[in-house]
């Protein structure tokens, strides 16, 4: 038998055998991002026999990427990478079945395409898609092999996985934009991804054939130069997890790319706030404070029962917070960004600006 | 007492080094980090966790014996 024969430096293994080989086979596996980390990890669970594969990146490829990710050649450059990974591991294993998906992954599409999978490998390569990518398996209840690297190091876990702890747990927030580099800004060698990659995909293949200790509440740290792996345990943090599950209602309206920086939370000049109509505006100050600004008509919010507050309006109404100087209303427009609002902005400067643009117009 | 850091990712370049011997009294996590963002002002704008003999622990953590602490960073780079 042709499959048999394939497989078969894998299935004379005991602890695998035809059994383990039917499990690959019956298991679908959603890999995100094929690129340095995503290439490596869809050669290899493609080549094992892993019954079916999606591949959602909506990058083309660039002559740059041909150092690492070992999918393709001169012939697939200006292609999708979904599309040209598909192309060449449709030869490496035609006997299985290959989905590729040429988009973004978003918050709209994430939740359909999880729940059609088992198991998700996190080969994307910034901030904002890693906590969507996590955010969504735990709200599908799917586990995330996760890997990521910088310069000579990588870090490699199993997220998500029979109870064990989320991305969130180890790193609840992410990090101020631009505060940790990519790639393309500082370099990388082509082989680091291969040995991440390569390493996610035998986590993924010990998921399935229940084999060994996976690596569930543990870090794996890895240094190329020095040749160490490292090892941190990690443990769950229940309230990281509620605080996903709490939001999934609103999950497909969130904005990643705002909780991550990449987009700045709006600012509205004093004078420019003092002539809208039809906006919601929020004072998030104590309630002692002064000046008030009547001519708002605001909502008297102070900041630390806002939270308590949000189911109180419309997240797609257009709403205008300040407080005293324009501080603690930014962290008011981040609150409500992360519970699905759209239309959130607040004002430069707070009510200390707006008291004095309103003196200039009556003067 | 004597501990050994160990700085992983931007965090070495941070502070030029990936590892040192620190001698200090029994503190918390969040002074020891003080101490370190003190000497590297670098540190100040990185984000980071704690690790103590290989355990993820929180600010509040006591150190009070000889121990290894690693200063674990996210990392982005696919």
């Known amino acids: 038998m042709e499959a048999n024969n394939r497989y078969h430096r894998q299935i004379i293994l005991p602890e695998i055998g035809t059994s383990g080989q039917e499990k690959l086979t019956t298991a679908k596996v959603l890999v995100i991002g094929a690129g340095g980390l995503g290439c490596p990890a869809l050669q290899y669970l493609v080549a094992a026999g892993i019954g079916t594969i999606g591949i959602v990146d909506f990058d083309i490829v660039e002559t740059s990427n041909l150092h690492r990710q070992i999918l393709y050649g001169d012939s697939s450059i200006g292609e999708n990478k979904a599309l040209a990974a598909k192309n060449r591991l449709e030869d490496l294993n035609p006997t299985i079945v290959i989905n590729a998906y040429p988009e973004k992954l978003t918050t ?25 990518v996590n955010d969504a398996c735990v709200i599908t209840g799917k586990p995330l092999v996760y890997g990521a690297i910088f310069k000579y190091e990588g870090q490699v876990s199993v997220f998500n996985y029979q109870n064990g702890p989320s991305y969130r747990c180890l790193f609840p927030e992410p990090p101020k934009a631009g505060s940790v580099p990519s790639c393309s800004e500082i370099g990388v060698i082509g082989v680091l991804p291969g040995i991440i990659g390569s390493l996610q995909a035998n986590e993924v293949l010990k998921i399935i054939l229940e084999l060994g200790d996976v690596l569930s509440g ?22 990281e997890i509620s605080k996903v599950l709490a939001v999934q209602e609103d999950f497909e309206t969130m904005d990643y790319e705002l909780l991550c920086g990449i987009k700045p939370v709006v ?35 102070p900041i630390n029962t806002l939270q308590k507050e949000l189911n109180t309006f419309d997240n797609e109404q257009e709403i205008i917070v300040f407080c005293q100087s324009g501080v603690r209303s930014k962290k ?3 609150i409500f960004i992360e519970h699905g609002f759209k239309h959130v902005s607040h004002i430069k400067g707070g009510a200390i600006a707006l008291y004095e643009q309103q003196t200039l117009k009556e003067v | 007492m004597q501990l050994t850091i160990k700085y992983f990712g931007m965090l070495a370049e941070a502070t030029s080094i990936t590892e040192e ?8 996590v969040s002074d ?24 993820l622990v929180n600010n509040n953590y006591r150190i009070d014996n000889e121990v290894e602490v690693a200063l674990l960073p996210p990392f982005a780079g696919g």
């Open chain 1, 267 to 301: 600012e509205i000049l004093p004078e420019h706030a003092l002539t809208i109509k039809n906006a919601l505006f929020i004072d998030v100050r104590e309630t002692h404070e002064q000046p008030k600004i009547e001519s708002l008509h605001p909502k008297y919010i």
């Open chain 1, 332 to 334: 008011a427009v981040e």
């Open chain 1, 108 to 132: 709209k599409n994430a939740i359909s395409l999880f729940s059609e999978y088992d198991i998700i490998v996190d080969g994307s390569d910034n901030f904002s898609t890693r906590y969507l």
């Open chain 2, 21 to 28: 011997q620190l001698q200090t009294e029994a503190c918390s």
């Open chain 1, 218 to 239: 543990k870090l794996l740290m890895y240094d190329s130069l020095s040749t160490r792996f490292s090892t941190f345990s990690v443990n769950r943090v229940d309230p």
């Open chain 2, 32 to 55: 020891l980090l003080k101490k370190l963002k003190n000497q590297y002002p670098k540190l100040n704008d990185k984000d980071f966790k704690v690790a103590i003999n290989q355990e």
